[in-house]
């Protein structure tokens, strides 16, 4: 089946610093990737859509000078958060989508901790 | 916008029992559905998905029914185990492809 893999499972950075999160297709070619954001107890929230090779389109109210998004192949998309702040602590997960069908696939997820 | 939303936050339930667990969903527009559960600290792992040409679909131990007049999904899992305690989270899309993922409902398997 399709599996997506991202990385860092988790991680902690002090505030002002930048992180860059990855998100691989492993055996299927991702012509469009999503990137959520979830805090505790409540749903995910989609923060872009990025579709190879052209800019991510951002949910309203989702900085993209903040939260940068680069899928520069069908099978990785990153997602960099800059100049981090402790708001910005949440679980961030991607998902991967071919066109050929109705699907998606998501990731483990990344646990960042800002400190 | 709209969004897909949940009813009941929680749900506790009696393992070997069938559990419900309930949506309603705003967009009239939506023409996918999906189930997901999610594990404390994992991404969302898909349980099973319908159609808006479809009103009922069957899984393994899951059926996912779909009521468009009411703007309606349903989740029911047979016999309840253990592992079925997650969160569980409807999800609808339109043919731009973007998942709205609903609130969430807990649903917590007793012994």
New interface residues.
């Given amino acids: 089946g399709a599996v997506v893999s991202?990385h860092p499972s988790w991680v902690i950075c002090k505030s002002g610093t930048s992180v860059k999160i990855e998100c691989r297709s492993l055996d299927f070619q991702a012509t469009?990737m999503?990137w959520?954001r979830q805090f505790p107890k409540?749903?995910?929230?989609?923060m872009a859509?990025s579709n190879e090779g052209s800019k991510a389109t951002y949910e309203q109210g989702v900085e993209k000078d903040k939260f940068l998004i680069n899928h520069a192949s069908l099978t990785l998309s990153t997602l960099t958060v800059t100049s981090a702040h402790p708001e910005d602590s949440s679980?961030y997960?991607c998902?991967a989508?071919m066109t050929s069908f109705?699907g998606?696939?998501?990731?483990?997820?990344t646990?960042l901790t800002v400190v | 916008g709209e969004s897909v939303g949940l009813h009941l936050p929680t749900l506790s339930v009696q393992e070997g029992d069938n559990s419900i667990i309930n949506c309603a969903y705003s967009n009239s527009a939506s023409d996918y559905f999906i189930w997901y559960k999610q594990e404390s600290g994992k991404g969302p792992q898909f349980i099973i998905d319908i159609r808006s040409n479809m009103d009922k679909r069957q899984g393994q131990r899951v059926t996912v029914l779909l009521n468009k007049t009411v703007k309606h999904l349903s989740l029911q899992i047979a016999a309840t185990q253990p592992g079925d305690s997650a969160v569980y989270f409807c999800a609808e899309s339109q043919h731009d492809y973007k998942l709205s993922f609903g609130a969430g409902t807990t649903v917590t398997v007793r012994a």
Avoid: A, K, N
């Fill in positions: 991202q469009t999503f959520y409540q749903s995910l929230m989609l859509t679980f997960i998902s989508s109705y998606y696939t998501f990731g483990s997820g646990r």
